[in-house]
């Protein structure tokens, strides 16, 4: 089906985009048809009574929103994982097809005898042949490797009076 890595690559990189982008759209169609739902205000005399009737619908309502959230999250991911899969897929090989031409038959032509006395032509110097140029690949990133820094420790010296009694004990 697809002859070439770089193929296969382009197809995973559109497949992840495509993926990500349905997420996105269904996400929002979602939070879309949420807020477009008819809302009641409850409204009571008893305080309590209207807290208890409201807590439901808002525990739910507290859900969906982290839902569409995180559909919202993950389809964006998705989305930008598709394009940079994309973005970095290997470039394909640059193929330089040069034109040949049927060889013509070279024609004779009689040139008249030089004295001997003259020095004789220089060569010519050949045509240079046209180069060639191959592609190359970009260079991989250098890395640096910094060492860290000797910290000079600090050692405790004790005075001498002190390290006396310590030997004497």
Known sequence: MFKTFRDKIALSGITVLMIGVAL????FISA?????????IIASEDLVQTFGEALAPLIATCIRIMYLGIMGWV?????IRGVTIIAHTPATPKTVVQKTQAPQPKQVV????KAKAEKPEEK?????????????KP????IAVIPPEPVPQQQQTQPKEEQQQSNNQ
Not at 24 to 27: D, N, R
């Open 110 to 113: 009689p040139q008249p005898q």
């Open 32 to 40: 879309y048809g949420f807020l477009t739902q008819n809302l009641s």
């Open 139 to 142: 260079q991989e990133p250098e």
């Open 75 to 79: 389809g964006s991911l998705l989305t």
């Open 124 to 136: 010519a110097k050949p045509e240079p042949k046209p180069e060639v140029k191959q592609e190359q």
């Open 24 to 27: 996105l759209i269904f996400t």
